[in-house]
């Protein structure tokens, strides 16, 4: 049974930092990456950062050089985030990543399969 656990959340003054982790266990077939995504109250989901099995990261424009995210090895996904702004408020949550077929069977994308169940952010002024 896959399972993702997510730590490292709780509440920050803006300007301040965390670090958020997040462990995978048990066997992935087929992955390529993984993500963290946030959401907050009244709004949807929205991807933050997301790094490919061979460590090429991409980051959400809002993140602006505040974040980094990095993965220890294929089992620990980290999401160091600095500067943390009131907007920053919300749940976090890590997702790992598997090529999944078209239905036309022509090609593959890595898309998101796993979630954790996140952890809480909470900046305030």
């Known amino acids: 049974q896959v399972r993702l656990v997510e730590s490292g959340g709780g509440s920050v003054q803006a300007g301040g930092s965390l670090k958020l982790s997040c462990v995978v266990s048990?066997?992935?077939?087929?992955?390529?990456?993984m993500g963290w995504y946030r959401q907050a109250p009244g709004k949807e989901r929205e991807l933050v950062s997301s790094i490919t099995s061979d460590d090429i990261p991409t980051y959400a424009d809002f993140v602006q050089g505040r974040f980094i995210i990095s993965q220890d090895n294929r089992w620990k996904l980290n999401l160091e985030m600095n500067s943390l702004q009131t907007e920053d408020t919300a749940v976090y949550y890590c997702s790992s990543r598997v090529w999944t077929r078209s239905p036309d069977g022509i090609s593959s994308t890595c898309r998101d399969r796993y979630w954790g169940q996140g952890t809480q952010v909470t900046v305030s002024s």
């Open positions: 048990g066997y992935i077939s087929g992955r390529c990456g």
